[in-house]
């Protein structure tokens, strides 16, 4: 645990370079780092520092067996299998089902509540055949089942439900093959409940009843009235694409009982968007939904079930507030939520109560699965003085001057700020002076470097010299970003952390090893992709952001290794091939005995053949259009056989090896 005056003592939340400073007096523990990087907060179910300064990974839960994360990737390099590299803790996988299911019957008993909970993994979560197979597997216990919102995703969960108590929950626009899909496979044992999105479904629904002379068990989508918030509240409310308003589902139950449909209408559901931020909102949503079951039932339709949809969100910050990269409950509360508000729903109008459902998918999956990827080096503007030489031009010779100015000002002085503020805007002025004098041809290219030079000089003079615990000027305080150091990742964050880029999403970052060393620089990541959004430039700080994380200077002929937790949901589906990188090689684990591990699966990323032929190139073709080119080369003198040879060979094993950078 960490004492409460190291937090005082190192602030996560304004940690900057001078705050490093302050605590450069008592050697760096890996406490310290546990501390900066909140990993106390977000990760402490599975994650904490060892004494050797490494992550160490508990995926069975906190205080049980552990595994060094250095180690394993050590063995993994062993085996070829370098960063990037996505790690899938199965162990964790089965910990966060396990837990899901346990918030629900601490809730139930808590409340007395006489039925029970019974999830569906929503499979646009994780798409991943194993991870749909484990959740399966490890869920069949508590009859955890599926939920489709696609006719592939139904012909996953078709597939792949074996129990015949578990639930497939059909949501997403169904056609007629969709429906008659789902009313056959009722036939074939498995529990398909078809969720009405649209008015329009119910004419198919019973047309293809009546064709097929069976019904499938039916459930409607509710359009609540509730507020949503956070990113995906238009998933809710009058106005959102899904589900059917009140007067509809009053209309629909019609039309049911008309055809003889009303007695498989069993469920209602709703889906309130993804992360919910705020406890609130989802006890308003539940008090409307429990009074339309209620509604629903005096209209004659059996029920059975409520299905509270997806949204329970993850603490990416594990700051315990309501804004977009946490939550201001705990999974405890939700489940409390749910049941203490449907009971009371229910018991209040004497209605037996529902089975519970939710389809908790970045609940479920956020935490399993770590991405690490490796540093291939750095880049800093130079804060090098240029050398004096005799006759140097004037915008120059006032940068000089401007830079000993800000030489002289004393952080502590009164008015430091403003003449801080006043020097900076000088060095500006002189070096848009060099710049102009170089456009019209008076200055020469060694002169203009040096007026670049002596402005990051003055810009490094300027932020060393910012007082603490005052209001900055926010031009000053961008300053540490423009002088920060860029970090090469090998990764693209269109493929692997799509989220960051799309939708500003926060995930936590940060070094794996070294913890027991103080990071010195402040920096950003910068990915392999040609696209100037392919950088990591916002970090998690305590329910607010920071542009610049804290990391270590790199060594000479040691790799550097980031991780990049919490991305289990999504971000593998949602990538895509911006310039052509593919997926990384990703791994599944699983402890054995202590500190023992077993690979269960290893699936391999793209090659660059995979990448090309599914843009339609064909890479033999590509391949001998090469060679065709190397021996007319040959042919005319211009390059040797061997060259040739070698040029075909580089390409030809370059098409079988994954997308990213060799170490
Ligand atoms: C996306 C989605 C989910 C999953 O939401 P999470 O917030 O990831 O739990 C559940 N149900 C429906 C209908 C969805 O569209």
Redesign the pocket.
Known sequence: MISQDLYDDCPVSNLTKSNLKKTQVREWTVEDSAVLYGLDRWGKDYFSINPAGNISISPKGRDKDNIDLMFLLQELNGRNLKAPLLLRFDDILEDRLKKLHEIFETAISKYGYKGHYQGVF?I??NHQRHVVEKILNYGHKWNFGL?A?SKAELLIALALINNPEALLIC?GYKDKRYIETAILARQLGKNPVVVIEQFDEINRIITSSKKLGAAPLIGFRAKLSSEGNGRWKS?IGEKSK?GLSVPEILKAVDKLKAAGLLQEVKLL?F?L???INDIAILKDALQEAGQIYIELKRLGAPMGYLDV?????IDYDGSQTATAASTNYSLQNYANDVVATIQECCHTHNIEVPTLIS?????IVSHFSILIFNILGTSSVSRDIPKKSSKECLPVENLRKTMMHIQEINKSSENSISRLQEAWNDAIKFKNDALNSFRLGYIDLPERAKAEELTWVCAQAVVDRLPENQLIPKELQELDTALAETYYANLSIFRSAPDTWAIGQLFPVMPIHRLNEKPTNLGHFADLTCDSDGKLGTFINNGQSKSLLELHKIKHNEPYWIGMFLGG??QEVMGNLHNLFGTTNAVHIRLTNHREYKLDHVIRGNTKADVLTSMEHNPSELLERLRMSSELAIENGKLKINDAQRLLEHLETSLRQITYLHE
């Open positions: 929503p646009k979560c939920e919102g949501n998933s899904f559901h889906h968007g993804s992360q949809g997806g949204g329970l969100g389809e908790s998918g970045r609940a949901a999504y």
